[in-house]
Every structure is written in structure tokens, then in C-alpha cells.
């Protein structure tokens, strides 16, 4: 499971492929396409441009909640959330060859998703984030380190990726929680340079992993 992941997030500076491609050339080798509010008619074409650059760079392509556009591009899998379609359909659509990531907040919702056979779960949010309306309960580092245990107890040996306004300084904590990766966006985009800082991202990640 690659260890950083980018999520992309509409800003006046960048598009959502100038966004992916900073992403890429400062290194990191996953990219979800998260164009909220977008439909799958308006998603496809940029999911396009998106799943070629990441060929291009060996880089995992997942799409934020669209499974049938997944699908029809042969992206490498989609991210699902509450909202979403439930994991279970979307498997039975998409079949074993397609990552499926669930969103989870809670010990049950991690459960709920390793049952429905998710490849790996998106835990958070880690802290207040504008990126994302309707966020559930903070989880803080204490909240990964209440969920993860739990998992341990229970046999559960998903990855678990942290999410939600996490910022390079965040990093060393949060690998210590045991979680297998960390998704970010907005402390990219808003960096005065976002390739150096995925870069200086990418290094603490190497750093906090060895
Ligand atoms: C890696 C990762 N984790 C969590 C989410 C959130 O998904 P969801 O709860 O469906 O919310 P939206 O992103 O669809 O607004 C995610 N996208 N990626
Ligand atoms: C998609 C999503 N789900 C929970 S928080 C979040 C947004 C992540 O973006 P940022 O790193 O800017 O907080
Ligand atoms: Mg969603």
C-alpha cells in the first residue's frame, strides 16, 4: 500500500490535473480523483488526463465515489464513503481485480469494511479540514490509537491511511499509531510549492518509516 496518498481538491491556483501532476512529480505515487459535486459525465474527461499522467509515473489511479466510472476506465479502484455505494455492490460490480477503499471514523465502521472485503480503509478525520463538508468526530492521534488497537484485538489487518488536514509535521505522530499511510491534500495545494513540498513530504514519510 502506497504510503502517500494525494487527493485532489479544486483551488483557484490549479485544476484538478495541474494538482495530480504536482502530486506526481513531487513523488507521490498514489492520486484519488476527488472532484466533489462534479457528475460522472463532467469527471470523465479529466479522470482521463489523470489515469494517463499516473501510467505515465507507474502511479495507483483511484476515483472518489463514481464505481461505474471506475469501471468504465479501468481505473485501479475507487474510494467509498457512508454516502457512497456500499462496498459489497461495488465488488460484486467491479470484481477482485479493482482496489476498494472504505471511509471509517469508528472501530465498527472498520469492521463493517473489512466484513464487506475492502482492500483498505480511510480513517478520519485526524482534525479539522475545510476540504471536506459534513466531517465526522475528530479523531485526533488518540483516536487511530484506540481504532488501531482495537483492530489488533480483533484480527483485522487492513491499512489503515489517515485523512484530514494533515500537514508534514503530523507525520512522525501518526506513523507511530501503526497506521500504514497517510492522504492529503490542502497542505500541498496551499504551499507557496507544492511539488518541494510533496518532496519534503515524501522524505519525513521515508524518515518516520525506518
Ligand atoms: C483515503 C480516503 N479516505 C476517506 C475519504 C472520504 O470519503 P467519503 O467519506 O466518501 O467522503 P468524500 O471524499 O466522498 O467527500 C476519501 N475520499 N479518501
Ligand atoms: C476527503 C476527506 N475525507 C476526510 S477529510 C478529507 C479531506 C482531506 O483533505 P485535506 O488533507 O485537505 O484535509
Ligand atoms: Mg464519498
Known amino acids: 500500500m502506497t504510503q502517500i496518498q494525494f487527493i485532489t481538491h479544486h483551488t483557484e491556483r490549479y485544476s484538478y490535473l495541474d494538482a495530480a501532476r504536482m502530486a506526481l512529480e513531487g513523488g507521490c505515487r498514489w492520486v484519488q480523483l476527488r472532484m466533489k459535486g462534479a457528475t460522472a459525465e463532467e469527471i470523465e474527461p479529466v479522470a482521463l488526463k489523470v ?15 463514481h464505481v461505474e466510472l471506475a469501471g468504465k476506465l479501468h481505473a485501479d479502484g475507487v474510494h467509498l464513503g457512508k454516502n457512497d455505494m ?26 463493517m469494511h473489512h466484513a464487506a472485503g475492502a482492500d483498505y ?40 491511511v489517515a485523512i484530514g488536514g494533515i500537514t508534514a509535521e503530523d507525520i512522525p505522530a501518526l506513523m507511530r499509531t501503526g497506521v500504514s499511510g497517510i492522504a ?15 518532496k519534503r513530504i515524501i522524505g519525513l514519510m521515508q524518515e518516520s518509516c525506518q
Request: with cysteine; charged share 20%; proline share 6%.
Open 86 to 111: 456500499p462496498i459489497t455492490e461495488a465488488r460484486r460490480i467491479l470484481g477482485e481485480g479493482f482496489i476498494i477503499g472504505g471511509t471509517a471514523n469508528t472501530f465498527e465502521d472498520v469492521w
Open 184 to 198: 492529503l491534500s490542502g497542505t500541498v495545494l496551499h504551499a507557496p510549492r507544492p511539488i518541494e513540498e510533496m
Open 51 to 65: 489515469q494517463a499522467l499516473c501510467r505515465q509515473y507507474k502511479a495507483v489511479f483511484i476515483i472518489d465515489d
Open 121 to 160: 480503509i480511510g480513517c478520519g478525520p485526524f482534525r479539522y479540514t475545510a476540504t471536506k463538508k459534513n466531517l465526522s468526530p475528530i479523531l485526533g492521534i488518540e483516536g487511530y490509537i484506540d481504532i488501531l488497537g482495537h483492530m489488533r484485538k480483533a484480527d483485522i489487518h487492513l491499512p489503515v
